[in-house]
């Protein structure tokens, strides 16, 4: 199946406070996926470097 969404090495953060490191994922057409981690493993930061949040 295909993807709707792909990131290639995210890095992302706040100011010099890096949070994500070369971090990629593929979201399929079909079927739901869900983004699994610890509290402050960087799921909401993941998502809001994706939509373009202006944090950086
Ligand atoms: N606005 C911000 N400024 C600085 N650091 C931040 C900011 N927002 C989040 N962080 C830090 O970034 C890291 C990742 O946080 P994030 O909110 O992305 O985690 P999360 O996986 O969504 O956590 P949770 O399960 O609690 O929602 C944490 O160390 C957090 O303290
Ligand atoms: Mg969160």
Redesign the pocket.
């Known amino acids: 199946m295909g993807a709707i969404l792909k990131t290639e090495n995210i890095n992302s953060?706040?100011?010099k406070?890096q949070?994500l490191f070369d971090v990629s994922v593929e979201f399929d057409k079909e079927g739901i996926t869900a983004?699994v981690?610890?509290?402050?493993?960087?799921?909401?930061?993941?998502?809001?470097t994706i939509m373009g949040y202006p944090?950086l």
């Open positions: 953060g706040y100011g406070l949070i983004i981690g610890p509290n402050g493993s960087g799921k909401s930061t993941l998502l809001k944090h």
